[in-house]
Antibody
Framework: EVQLVESGGGLVQPGGSLRLSCAASGFTFSSYSMSWVRQAPGKGLEWVSAISDSGLTPYYADSVKGRFTISRDNSENTVFLQLKSLRPEDTAIYYC????????????????WGKGTTVAVSS | DIQMTQSPSSLSASVGDRVTITCRASQGISSYLAWYQQKPGKVPKLLIYAASTLQSGVPSRFSGSGSGTDFTLTISSLQPEDVAAYYCQNYYSAPYSFGLGTKLEVK
C-alpha cells in the first residue's frame, strides 16, 4: 500500500524553526517528485514546495522562498521541509504528497497525499 | 508566475443537477491542469489530470475539459457524496499553484 506519514509539526513562536518529515512506503520513492502543500485553518490549498526525484531541483512558492528548504533522502525514503523565520501566517496543516508518474512521464501534480502535520505559529 | 482563478467560489445545487466549475490560468498552460476534491475534514484527492483524464477509481460522472487558459470540471449528475471543495492546479511550470477553490453544497 502506498503511504505517506508526516511528522514534526507543533507549536512554535514567531521567528522560530521546525523540521517536517514525510516517510514514504509502498512505492519506488527515488523515482518520483515529492511536494508539500499547506492549508491554513478554514482556507484553501496552497502549494508550498516540490523537489525532483533526484533531489537536485527544488521549487518554492514565493511566500516561503528564502525561509523554507526542501530536501530528500532517497536511501531513507523520506522528504523533509525545513521551516525557518516562521510567521503566524505559516500556521497550517502541512501535507506531503507524491508526484505522479507513469511510463517514463513524471509531473508535479499529486496522486497520493499524507494525512498532514499541523504547524501553529503563535506567541 | 501563473495565477489560477476559479469560479464560482461557492455553489449550491440539487441532487441530479449538472454542475460546472471553471478555472482560468493567467497564461497558457496547454493541458497541464489537475483537479482535486477535498471532502470536509478529509485529505485532498486527485480527480482529473491532463485537463481531461480521469484518475483511476473516480466516478464517470466527473469530467474535465479545456486547454490553454480555460478549463472546466463538470459533474454530470450531482450526488450527495459530492459535497466538497474542488481545486484546480497548474503543473505546467513552477510555482505549481492552486486555484482558491470552489465549495460545492447540495440543496
Amino acid at each position: 500500500e502506498v503511504q505517506l506519514v508526516e511528522s514534526g509539526g507543533g507549536l512554535v513562536q514567531p521567528g522560530g524553526s521546525l523540521r517536517l518529515s514525510c516517510a514514504a512506503s509502498g512505492f519506488t520513492f527515488s523515482s518520483y517528485s515529492m511536494s508539500w502543500v499547506r492549508q491554513a485553518p478554514g482556507k484553501g490549498l496552497e502549494w508550498v514546495s516540490a523537489i525532483s526525484d533526484s533531489g537536485l531541483t527544488p521549487y518554492y512558492a514565493d511566500s516561503v522562498k528564502g525561509r523554507f528548504t526542501i530536501s530528500r533522502d532517497n536511501s531513507e525514503n523520506t522528504v523533509f521541509l525545513q521551516l525557518k523565520s516562521l510567521r503566524p501566517e505559516d500556521t497550517a496543516i502541512y501535507y506531503c504528497a507524491k508526484g505522479w508518474g507513469s511510463r517514463g512521464y513524471y509531473y508535479y501534480f499529486m496522486d497520493v497525499w499524507g494525512k498532514g502535520t499541523t504547524v501553529a505559529v503563535s506567541s | 508566475d501563473i495565477q489560477m482563478t476559479q469560479s464560482p467560489s461557492s455553489l449550491s445545487a440539487s441532487v441530479g443537477d449538472r454542475v460546472t466549475i471553471t478555472c482560468r490560468a493567467s497564461q497558457g498552460i496547454s493541458s497541464y491542469l489537475a483537479w482535486y476534491q477535498q471532502k470536509p475534514g478529509k485529505v485532498p484527492k486527485l480527480l482529473i489530470y491532463a485537463a481531461s483524464t480521469l484518475q483511476s477509481g473516480v466516478p464517470s460522472r466527473f469530467s474535465g475539459s479545456g486547454s490553454g487558459t480555460d478549463f472546466t470540471l463538470t459533474i454530470s449528475s450531482l450526488q450527495p457524496e459530492d459535497v466538497a471543495a474542488y481545486y484546480c492546479q497548474n503543473y505546467y511550470s513552477a510555482p505549481y499553484s492552486f486555484g482558491l477553490g470552489t465549495k460545492l453544497e447540495v440543496k
